[in-house]
C-alpha cells in the first residue's frame, strides 16, 4: 500500500461523514421539491435524486464539513440540523406551487362546483375537481418552464449561508416561513380575483332582482347563470392565470435563501 492509498483510506470516515451530511439535506429539499416531489413520483426516483445531488455537492462541500465527532448524539444532532434546512428550503419553494391549487379551491366555491369532490393528496383527502386540475398543472409548469432548477440552485449555494452542522438561526427561519405562507395565500387571492369580483357583482345583482321581484325564484336561475357565467370566465382566464402564477413563482425562488 503507497502513501497515498494509506492516506485515502485515512480520510474516508471524514469523506463518508460529509457525504451523508449532504445527503440529508439534499433529501430534504427533494422530500418537498415542486414537480419532483409530487406523489406519483416514485421513491425510487428521489431517492435517486438526492443521492445524485449529493454526490455531485460533496466533494465541493466536503472542505467545509467538521471532522468526524466523537459523540454519536453529537452526529445525530448535525445531521438532523441539516435535514431541517433541507425541509425548510424545499417548504419555501413548496409553498409558493401550491398558491395554484388554493386558487382553484377559492374559484370552485365562487363558481358554485366545490361540492364535486375528488382525492387530493396535495391539499388534503378530498378537494374540488377544479383545485385537483390546477394541483396536476402546477408541476407540468414548473417541469416544462425548467423552474425546478431554481430551488436545486438554492441548496447548491445554500452552503455558503448556512456551513454544514452549523445552527439555524430560528428568528430567520421563522420570519422566512411566515413570509412565504404570507405570499402563498396573497397569490392565491389575486388568482382568483376576477372571478371574486365577479361573484360579488353576480350576488348583489341576485339580490336586487330578489327585492325588485320576490315572486321570482332567483335562486333557480341565479345558480344555473353563476356556474355557467363562472366557467366561462375560467375558459378565457385559464391562460392567463397559469402565466401569473408561474411569473410570480419564478420571482419567488429566485428570492430563495443563497440567490438573493
Excluded: H, K, N
Aim: charged content about 10%; aromatic content about 6%; proline content about 8%.
Amino acid at each position: 500500500m503507497t502513501g497515498a492509498d494509506a492516506e485515502a483510506l485515512a480520510g474516508l470516515p471524514d469523506l463518508a461523514f460529509a457525504f451523508v451530511l449532504v445527503l440529508s439535506r439534499a433529501g430534504g429539499v427533494v422530500a418537498l421539491l415542486p414537480g419532483l416531489a409530487e406523489t406519483g413520483v416514485p421513491a425510487v426516483v428521489r431517492a435517486g435524486l438526492a443521492g445524485a445531488l449529493a454526490l455531485l455537492l460533496t466533494p465541493t462541500v466536503a472542505p467545509l464539513v467538521p471532522a468526524v465527532p466523537a459523540a454519536p448524539a453529537l452526529a445525530a444532532r448535525m445531521l438532523g440540523g441539516e435535514l431541517l434546512v433541507g425541509l425548510w428550503l424545499g417548504f419555501l419553494a413548496r409553498v409558493l406551487v401550491l398558491a395554484l391549487p388554493m386558487a382553484g379551491q377559492i374559484l370552485a366555491t365562487l363558481l358554485g362546483v366545490s361540492s364535486v369532490l375528488q382525492p387530493d393528496p396535495e391539499l388534503g383527502p378530498q378537494t374540488s375537481a377544479l383545485a385537483r386540475l390546477f394541483a396536476l398543472a402546477a408541476p407540468v409548469v414548473v417541469l416544462a418552464s425548467g423552474l425546478y432548477a431554481l430551488p436545486l440552485a438554492a441548496l447548491a449555494r445554500s452552503y455558503a449561508l448556512f456551513a454544514p452542522g452549523a445552527v439555524l438561526p430560528s428568528g430567520a427561519v421563522a420570519e422566512a416561513v411566515a413570509r412565504a405562507v404570507t405570499a402563498g395565500f396573497g397569490l392565491a387571492l389575486r388568482l382568483c380575483a376576477p372571478a371574486l369580483l365577479a361573484s360579488v357583482v353576480w350576488s348583489v345583482a341576485a339580490g336586487i332582482l330578489a327585492r325588485v321581484a320576490p315572486r321570482v325564484q332567483v335562486y333557480f336561475l341565479a345558480m344555473p347563470a353563476q356556474i355557467l357565467g363562472g366557467l366561462a370566465i375560467l375558459a378565457a382566464l385559464s391562460g392567463a392565470i397559469l402565466f401569473a402564477w408561474q411569473d410570480t413563482v419564478r420571482e419567488g425562488f429566485g428570492a430563495l435563501p443563497g440567490l438573493r
